[in-house]
């Protein structure tokens, strides 16, 4: 593993040229105003999960379509609200895993949700529990081409609406600070996390880890890794498909939504990653939160010299936990 991308003094100056569609806030605008326009259905089921300190609910809301979305949301046990929280993402494949094994932010003081993600959670981990009852035309292996050709019928369409109402489920629940939510998550995770910061109001801070899902048309001609290698296969099949894909792609892009953010934001790099080049990290932060004042918007990338994707896991943890008690308190 090498480095090979851009030197690091021009990554951090690099700003991709865009490709928003003319209809973008449109589109989101319009899909947003459908999913908000069912009840949120925010169900709390408390789950013994055998920790003193800590109480986990398996938690249940309306998504996409009104379909529902599974989680595990938890908190300090007895604690006296209203408690700051955080809305997390999980990465590529994963699923919600057990109840406890999310625990660290509400150790640390926070009400926290993680989400499940759709369709997902049988590629690692211990599994998810969220359908994605939509189907799908012609398609790789994996999530990144399901729908693809048609921006409304892209996957992470839902997937994209299901993180904003997590954030809105939350908000909804008895002892959450609905002033004080964060999101945060790694790698697709992160790519959520940036769709949740663009399309939600009023967040009090973002924390993309290793971000993926931005800048796709760079990432996928300088990286052959999965899964925006799925892109490439797809492509490398579907010949003459590649300006509907990438105009489907725009509406996803990383880099148009971290420009609508508008909370500060904690984004951090590997600059050996083959899986989210960092030009493509690079690409969404260097326009952070740019229509929103840009500059007078706090901002802040750890750079991890010689990781992979693995990124600074338990590092980058410790530096959010800081980062964040500044931004929301405990």
Not at 8 to 20: G, H, I, P, T, V
Not at 268 to 277: E, F, I, K, N, R
Not at 306 to 321: K, L, P, S
Request: proline share 6%; glycine share 14%; charged share 20%.
């Amino acid at each position: 593993m090498a480095r090979f991308d851009l030197p690091l003094a021009e990554l951090q100056s690099y700003r991709s040229e865009l490709d928003e569609p003319a209809d973008f806030d449109d589109f989101w605008r319009t899909t947003l105003a459908e999913a908000r326009g069912h009840d949120a259905d925010v169900r709390l089921e408390p789950v013994d999960v055998g920790l003193e300190l800590v109480e986990v609910f398996d938690v249940t809301f309306a998504g996409f379509g009104a379909h529902p979305v599974k989680g595990w949301f938890s908190r300090p046990k007895g604690a006296d609200g209203p408690l700051p929280a955080v809305v997390q993402y999980n990465g590529y494949g994963g699923g919600r895993g057990l109840g406890f094994q999310h625990t660290l932010w509400p150790t640390a003081g926070y009400a926290h949700l993680f989400m499940d993600t759709r369709g997902q959670g049988a590629g690692w981990g211990e599994g998810g529990e969220t359908a994605d009852p939509v189907g799908s035309g012609p398609a790789t292996p994996g999530s990144m081409t399901r729908g693809i050709e048609d921006p409304e019928q892209y996957f992470y369409r839902r997937v994209f609406v299901d993180a904003v109402r997590a954030v809105d489920a939350v908000r909804a629940i008895e002892g959450v600070d609905a002033a004080r939510v964060a999101v945060a998550g790694g790698s697709q995770g992160g790519g959520m996390t940036i769709a949740a910061a663009g399309l939600s109001e009023g967040l009090g801070a973002a924390m993309p880890d290793v971000p993926f899902l931005s800048h796709f048309a760079r990432a996928i001609e300088i990286t052959d890794a999965y899964p925006y290698g799925e892109i490439v296969k797809y492509l490398s099949v579907r010949r003459g498909e590649t300006e509907r894909v990438l105009r489907t792609l725009s509406y996803f892009d990383g880099v148009h939504l971290a420009r609508r953010a508008s909370a500060p934001g904690l984004f951090s790099v590997a600059l050996m990653d083959q899986v989210c080049p960092p030009s493509t990290v690079y690409a969404a932060y260097n326009r952070w939160a740019e229509l929103a004042g840009g500059g007078d918007v706090a901002k802040d990338i750890t750079v991890y010299p010689f990781n992979g994707h693995e990124g600074g896991q338990a590092y980058q943890w410790a530096h959010q936990r800081e980062w964040l008690r500044r931004h929301l308190g405990r």
